[in-house]
Nanobody, 128 residues
Framework: QVQLIESGGGLVQTGGSLRLSCAAP????????MAWFRQTPGKGREFVIG????????NSSNSVKGRFTIARENVKNTVSLQMDSLKPEDTAVYLC?????????????????????WGQGTQVTVSS
């Protein structure tokens, strides 16, 4: 059963931009911390960027700081990931995640085990 649905992946050249979106049909995301992880063959899920449920806290990995931005779009019940200045090493399957249950308003979990709702992922490929 699909719980979260990602969209917006694709092929882009180095230095280009992509915008991913995460939606949850039939489920309100407004009270959940949300995050994007990425995965490459043979590796585990890597935390990329996340936002607290109230939108007041964000956290990102050092590899994407200053290039990636996460935003909650509560009216649309979606969470977006704006990726700029893309590099070949950003190539991966990007997965959206949500954590149910209470968390402090500004807290952003960074471990994959802290999230219990996942999408199937969308492929992002950055060509050199």
């Amino acid at each position: 059963q699909v719980q979260l649905i990602e969209s917006g992946g694709g092929l882009v050249q180095t230095g280009g931009s992509l915008r991913l979106s995460c939606a949850a049909p039939g489920r309100a995301l407004t009270r959940y911390p949300m995050a994007w992880f990425r995965q490459t063959p043979g590796k585990g899920r890597e935390f990329v960027i996340g936002v607290s449920w109230n939108g007041g806290g964000t956290n990102s990995s050092n590899s994407v700081k200053g290039r990636f931005t996460i935003a909650r779009e509560n009216v649309k019940n979606t969470v977006s990931l704006q990726m700029d200045s893309l590099k070949p090493e950003d190539t991966a399957v990007y997965l959206c995640a949500a954590r149910r249950g209470y968390t402090d308003p500004n807290y952003v979990p960074t471990e994959s085990t802290q999230y219990d709702l996942w999408g199937q992922g969308t492929q992002v490929t950055v060509s050199s």
